[in-house]
């Protein structure tokens, strides 16, 4: 069992930057990738970027490459998304998850945190 739980949401302007924080709980947080998605009102869910268990991994979805970065610390059983040159499109509901392998499906979610980029 993982229970997730994000934060680090909240208001920016359009070019601004957030940092976006998913805390785990249990000792057998290095045992899952990890991902972190999004959703739009209106739109169905989507990825956005995905982490090997041991962070030597990554993917990202093509509307967030080059300018948002996932990484994670094992030992604060926390993963981080940096999100830079934000636009108003990138105003969403994003979530963290876990799952067995990078690609994969995944098992435990958290409960999102909101992002609104204004312009």
């Known amino acids: 069992q993982v229970q997730l739980v994000e934060s680090g949401g909240g208001l920016v302007q359009a070019g601004g930057s957030l940092r976006l924080s998913c805390a785990a709980s249990?000792?057998?947080?290095?045992?899952?990738?990890m991902g972190w998605f999004r959703q739009a009102p209106g739109k169905e869910r989507e990825f956005v970027a995905a982490?090997?268990?041991?962070?030597?991994?990554?993917q990202y979805a093509d509307a967030a490459k080059g300018r948002f970065t996932i990484s994670r610390d094992n030992a604060k059983n926390t993963v981080y998304l940096q999100m830079n040159s934000l636009k108003p499109e990138d105003t969403a509901v994003y979530y963290c998850?876990?799952?067995?392998?990078?690609?994969?499906?995944?098992?435990?979610w958290g409960q999102g945190t909101q992002v609104t980029v204004s312009s």
């Open positions: 998850a876990a799952g067995a392998i990078i690609g994969g499906g995944y098992t435990y």
């Open positions: 249990g000792r057998t947080f290095s045992s899952y990738a």
């Open positions: 982490i090997t268990r041991n962070g030597a991994g990554t």
